[in-house]
């Protein structure tokens, strides 16, 4: 007998404002200009040809890396019959998951995720909130049976929230 993997019953797939990207670019394109303004090509770099290239190519590798993670960044949200799943990353980077017999109540909200939570990602508010968001400021705030709360950022939450609230009845 095979072993299947659990149905999704809710997935949603977002990746992060395109503003984060363009900040990113912009930042490694001022890098690189930099460098190549200060780099003479008439006269060797410290003395050894080849040498003038070593700030570019530093220049390159210290900005291409972060442009990639975040560029490759998405936040994915899936509601199983079990639990409830958070992950960063097409390669999962970071994993969070909710099993569904612990969730006491779900509702969709709008907050404030710079003013409140310090922006998007992976935070914890002022008051001690877990977020999971990748952009906008709708989410389904989840309440779980030790009275913690856990806010999951989604461009869709009221059929978050409906999707989280029948699986949570399915278990009863």
């Known amino acids: 007998m095979i072993n ?3 149905v999704a019953i809710y997935r949603e797939d977002q990746w992060f404002s395109g503003w984060i990207y ?7 394109a001022l890098a690189v200009g930099v460098v190549a303004w200060h780099v003479d090509p008439a006269t060797p770099f410290l003395g050894w040809p080849g040498w003038r290239e070593l700030p570019l190519a530093a220049a390159l590798c210290l900005s291409l890396p972060p442009m990639l993670v975040v560029g490759l ?3 994915t949200t ?3 019959p079990t639990d409830l799943r958070i992950w960063f990353g097409l390669l ?3 994993r969070h998951v909710v099993p569904l017999c612990e969730i006491r109540s779900v509702e969709p909200v709008r907050y404030r995720p710079l003013a409140d939570c310090g ?34 950022g989604s461009q869709r939450p009221e059929e978050l929230a409906r999707a989280l609230d029948q699986a949570v009845r399915n278990l009863i």
């Open 4 to 6: 299947r993997p659990p």
């Open 22 to 28: 363009a900040g990113l670019a912009a930042i490694a």
């Open 73 to 75: 960044l998405r936040m």
């Open 78 to 80: 899936e509601v199983l």
């Open 92 to 94: 999962p980077t970071y």
């Open 119 to 152: 922006g998007w990602g992976i935070h914890r508010c002022r008051n001690g909130e877990r977020v999971f968001s990748a952009r906008g400021d709708r989410a389904v705030r989840i309440t779980l049976h030790d009275g913690s709360t856990v806010l999951i």
